[in-house]
């Protein structure tokens, strides 16, 4: 009878803190990251701040390892070899954005209560998972501030309309991961608790629920904001009126080749260049025309005149002379 065959023993494999063993914790970290960059303007400071962020969340990892463990000599390698990088990368992106450390505001009370339950050995509950989500996805609306106001406090501009794309990814993915806390729960440390099953079901539920009155609620909005308004009565008459006289206007100064000029401004134009051209062309004209007429035309009349007295007396004198000849040779024909 041949030796049965033992099942080799299985090695303890000791966590050492370099990789996080938290599989998926990896989408909730890169997804509210390209989501945000998405909902703004990505620019070259999203790749530093993507990979302080990587580095951050493996300090923390560690971090949480070792306050859990209370071995803080196994795993303070990890520790300042990640944060150191985290900070470095850090500065490379507040070197433009130099407000990035008012987010701490935001991210450390959410590190602190997450690390007291790492201390209480508590890190897999259900609080802690939401606060990690929380973290996680508020990462979205970090990324959107650096793509679309670097410059400004964040509490100020956040709930701002550019960043509504920001907001609502954040809370969509929120919703999707605590689903997902949820589910994971019920399918691997809380099977067979009816509790947090019927926890995670009408979670889901809610979820449907709402997301059917959102869209309900886009596409009545929508439809509304579509349909055209009706004119007021009073608004008719004096377009029904004007319309004509404008078109022809601008149509025709544009067939001409002239600049464009809008009829309300020509029949402003036109009455004041009128009313003006007409008083001050009237008077100088009249000043101009009756002074040039009246010196040229009395000039030219004395002129004349002159002409005329001047060829009376050429005639006058002319004649006298042509008696003053005749006369003798009249006489000196006839032999007088």
């Known amino acids: 009878m041949p030796p049965i065959a033992r099942a080799p023993k299985r090695r303890s494999h000791r966590n050492s803190g370099w990789v996080p063993q938290h599989h998926g914790a990896w989408a909730m970290l890169i997804a509210p990251l390209v989501m945000g960059a998405i909902a703004s303007r990505p620019s070259w400071q999203h790749i530093p701040l993507a990979a302080a962020w990587l580095c951050g969340y493996c300090a923390f990892y560690a971090c949480?390892?070792?306050?859990?463990?209370r071995r803080f000599a196994r795993y303070a390698p990890p520790i300042f070899v990640y944060g150191a990088l985290a900070l470095i990368l850090v500065a490379a992106v507040m070197s433009s954005a130099p407000l990035?450390?008012?987010w701490g505001?935001?991210?450390l009370p959410l590190v602190a209560v997450s690390l007291y339950a790492s201390y209480r050995r508590a890190d897999r509950s259900v609080w802690n998972d939401a606060i990690t989500a929380v973290a996680a996805c508020a990462m979205a609306l970090v990324s959107?501030?650096?793509g679309l106001a670097p410059h400004a406090v964040w509490w100020s501009v956040i709930g701002s309309q550019p960043f509504a794309p920001a907001r609502l990814a954040a809370v969509v993915l929120f919703a999707y991961f605590f689903g997902t806390v949820l589910y994971v729960k019920t399918m691997i440390r809380e099977r067979g608790n009816r509790i947090v099953y019927a926890a995670s079901v009408g979670y889901h539920l809610a979820l449907v629920a709402a997301a059917c009155l959102a869209a309900y609620a886009a596409t009545t909005t929508g439809a509304a904001a579509g349909a055209p308004a009706a004119p007021a009565p009073a608004a008719i008459a004096p377009a029904t009126i004007?319309?004509?006289?404008?078109t022809t206007s601008t149509h025709h100064i544009t067939r001409h080749?002239?600049?464009?000029?809008?009829?309300?401004h020509i029949t402003r134009h036109s009455t004041r260049h009128s009313t003006r051209h007409g008083t001050r062309h009237g008077t100088r004209h009249g000043t101009r025309h009756g002074t040039r007429h009246g010196t040229r035309h009395g000039?030219?009349?004395s002129i004349t005149r002159s002409h005329h007295s001047h060829h009376h007396i050429t005639r006058s004198h002319r004649n006298r002379c042509d008696a003053a000849i005749v006369g003798p040779l009249r006489f000196s024909r006839s032999g007088i």
């Open 64 to 69: 949480g390892l070792a306050v859990k463990s």
């Open 144 to 146: 959107a501030w650096v």
């Open 105 to 107: 505001v935001l991210f």
């Open 257 to 264: 080749g002239t600049r464009h000029i809008t009829s309300h």
């Open 100 to 102: 990035l450390v008012a």
């Open 242 to 246: 004007t319309a004509p006289a404008a």
């Open 299 to 301: 000039t030219r009349h």
